[in-house]
């Protein structure tokens, strides 16, 4: 808008009887409808939309006269773009910027957790924390007060808190982000039965509807389709796949966020990548950093293999992956049968009596070990018929010989299977946190496995 159109707009303007407050609510008024009017010519991009164009010229108008009737008043204003300072958005700058409100619907049908606060010491949030992989590696790094712990899942927190962890039993979709105004780091962690092999990879069928699910929490801001999610797809836990863009979209002052499942999800994590770096019109610009990684636990000295795909994001800062992935050969390989203390020669039955075309043995000195999943519950040794215990398989993924490990031998194995392993999660922490996190891990392997770990 010209200066002289400007002025003569002002000259006969309706707000000029409106007190500050009023201008204030009608500024962010006016601002939502442009913002509306962007959105819907973004998802209907082409020619044929005057409409679209003359709504989002009249509301930049509207806002125009209201910004120079603040001014005439003296109201502060941004020294960068000349806002005025209450509005709440900063569109030019991008200081502060637009916030539109989200799941209304859900949060009028009283969805979110209203009744625990937040531990705003804990700047860092594990919604799906479980019995402590990112905790144990987060000690590693001397950091782990920084984590405030989620679960659903009664044994798993039962885990943490023994194990010394923070621990709050609570359903994540319960957890409402904009509360969390204090937390600048997010640990996502899902669970992954609908996407492996186990489980059918039912989720594979869902893909469009998370990736439509995803568009509307990030770059809509709107939420319509997460709050129906859980009945549209084929296993509920599919919808718990969404929650990491859920809580990128809607935690204020997140600076960096990683997401963890299984490689199976790694289109849904790229999408999120994506949406990460676009933005969308509702958000004020993309991420500086985000990365789709796939990560074997055994590169950085797990016994057993345990490979997973993982989302690494920050807002404001470029990370590289080289501080990130070791050398090769930096991390000895280790048998099963090495970090157990077993002499060599053991052969490992998986499937009991039962033959599979697939076979139920191996050697306890392959090196590295078959990832452990639940069913490792029901490994026995071949040569004298002893089961592996929950301590030994948590110890091949990385944990503590006498961790805590919580709740019936199935749900233990299965806390087991669940885990991000301690060396990988003090790496990926060491990443987003510029801290150096070989030493820590070194010593940490030292103390687990001591000489075998060497040879």
């Not at 509306?36 to 209907?44: F, I, P, S, V, Y």
């Not at 905790?135 to 712990?149: F, H, R, S, T, Y």
Request: aromatic share 8%.
């Amino acid at each position: 808008m010209h200066a002289s159109s400007a002025l003569a707009a002002l000259s006969s303007s309706p707000y000029r009887n409106l007190s500050v407050p009023d201008l204030l609510a009608l500024f962010a008024d006016h601002a939502r409808a442009e913002h509306a009017a962007h959105e819907l010519l973004w998802r209907a991009p082409g020619t044929g939309h005057l409409d679209l164009e003359r709504a989002i010229e009249d509301a930049d108008l509207h806002q125009t006269e209201i910004i120079m009737v603040l001014r005439e008043r003296q109201h502060p204003h941004c020294d960068q773009c000349a806002y005025p300072e209450g509005t709440g958005h900063h569109w030019d700058c991008r200081r502060h910027p637009m916030r539109v409100p989200t799941l209304d619907d859900a949060q009028q049908a009283g969805l979110f957790d209203t009744t625990s606060e937040p531990d705003r010491t804990r700047p860092i949030v594990a919604p799906f924390a479980g019995p402590g992989g990112f905790d144990v590696g987060a000690a590693l790094l001397g950091v782990e007060e920084l984590i405030a712990g989620y679960d659903l899942d009664r044994d798993a927190v039962a885990t943490g808190r023994a194990a010394g962890f923070h621990r709050v039993q609570a359903d994540v979709r319960t957890l409402h982000p904009p509360k969390f105004t204090h937390t600048t780091g997010a640990l996502l962690t899902p669970p992954c039965p609908s996407w492996s092999a186990s489980g059918k990879r039912t989720a594979a069928t869902d893909l469009e509807l998370l990736f439509e699910a995803a568009m509307c929490l990030h770059s809509y801001r709107c939420g319509c389709v997460w709050q129906t999610l859980r009945e549209q797809v084929s296993d509920p836990r599919t919808a718990l796949a969404i929650e990491p863009i859920r809580w990128a979209a809607e935690l204020p002052n997140l600076e960096w966020l990683i997401a963890e499942l299984t490689p199976a999800t790694r289109p849904l994590w790229e999408a999120f990548a994506e949406e990460l770096y676009d933005g969308g019109p509702l958000v004020d610009m993309g991420w500086a950093y985000q990365e789709v990684i796939e990560l074997d636990a055994a590169d950085y000295g797990s016994p057993s293999s345990r490979r997973r795909v993982f989302l690494v994001a920050h807002r404001t800062r470029f990370l590289r992956q080289r501080d990130l992935l070791p050398e090769p050969g930096e991390f000895p390989a280790l048998s099963m049968a090495a970090a157990l203390g077993w002499e060599p020669g053991h052969q490992m039955r998986t499937r009991g009596n039962r033959r599979t075309s697939g076979g139920n043995l191996f050697s306890a000195d392959r090196t590295p070990s078959w990832c452990l999943t639940e069913k490792a519950r029901g490994w026995t040794r071949e040569a004298d018929g002893r089961r592996l215990e929950a301590a030994e398989a948590g110890l091949l993924n990385g944990f503590p010989r006498f961790y805590p490990w919580q709740g019936s031998r199935s749900k233990q194995f299965l806390q087991i299977a669940d885990i991000v392993s301690p060396m990988v999660a003090a790496a990926l922490l060491g990443y987003v946190l510029g801290l150096d996190w070989r030493p820590a891990v070194h010593a940490h392997l030292a103390a687990l496995y001591g000489a075998a770990q060497a040879e």
